[in-house]
């Protein structure tokens, strides 16, 4: 059974900061993985997507890497700025049929 | 439409009741997934369609749930005498397949008091 776990649960920066959030996976034999922000309140937003054959993904500020035998993968956010602030969640397709999610990290970025 | 439209936004329903829950995928998208996400968590996966059929059903957690797709576009989930535990905001998404990614809806916020 596919188990995602997301470090740290939750990060404060000031902004301007680079920083980066981890998602970990159990199982390595993965489709794809997804990286999605959520605002409170509201639905997910989908940030990108790495497909198991790549190692990274890059859109704006954000880049994406998948190491997928060791079963990690990173969001990069460069300079970071208060719009930034949300839930960050990572999605691991394992059989084609779901995505297993984590439980996130809650990211806010100060003035 | 442009995205995964979900309705309503939010419902309160009694103790007992029966309640179901509309999701419009995005046009064309044949994968369609519920979830369901408590306070905190991470969304929880319920059911899979491909096309109109379930093809992964296994996260409904007991026979109260039911989800239908008999065109292979709108799909219903249903609870049956639903209970305080299933108080939680319930996610819809789809995508074109799975080399593609996931679009969600907004959710519907489901309250049973």
């Known amino acids: 059974k596919q188990e995602v776990t997301q470090i740290p649960a939750a990060l404060s920066v000031p902004e301007g900061e680079n920083l980066v959030l981890n998602c970990s996976f159990t199982?390595?034999?993965?489709?794809?993985l997804q990286w999605f922000r959520q605002d409170p309140g509201k639905g997910l937003t989908s940030l990108l997507l790495?497909?198991?054959?790549?190692r990274e993904q890059t859109s704006g500020r954000l880049n994406a890497s998948l190491d997928k035998s060791s079963g990690r993968s990173t969001l990069y956010i460069a300079a970071s700025q208060p719009g930034d602030s949300a839930t960050y969640l990572c999605?691991?397709?394992?059989?084609?049929?779901?995505?297993?999610f984590g439980e996130g990290t809650q990211l806010t970025v100060n003035p | 439409g442009a995205g995964v439209s979900q309705t309503p936004s939010n419902k309160v329903t009694e103790k007992g009741k029966y309640v179901e829950l509309r999701c419009d995928p995005i046009s064309g998208h044949t994968a369609l997934y519920w979830y369901r996400q408590s306070l905190g968590q991470g969304p929880e996966f319920l059911i899979y369609?491909?096309?109109?059929?379930?093809?992964?059903d296994s996260g409904l957690p007991n026979d109260r749930f039911f989800a239908v797709r008999p065109e292979g576009s709108v799909s219903t989930l249903k609870i049956q005498r639903t209970e305080r535990g299933d108080s939680a905001v319930y996610l819809c998404?789809?995508?074109?397949?799975?080399?593609?990614?996931?679009?969600f809806g907004q959710g519907t916020r489901l309250t049973v008091v």
């Open positions: 369609f491909q096309g109109t059929g379930a093809a992964d």
């Open positions: 998404a789809s995508r074109l397949d799975m080399n593609t990614e996931a679009f």
């Open positions: 790495i497909q198991s054959s790549q």
């Open positions: 999605a691991v397709d394992t059989s084609g049929s779901r995505l297993t």
């Open positions: 199982d390595s034999a993965i489709y794809n």
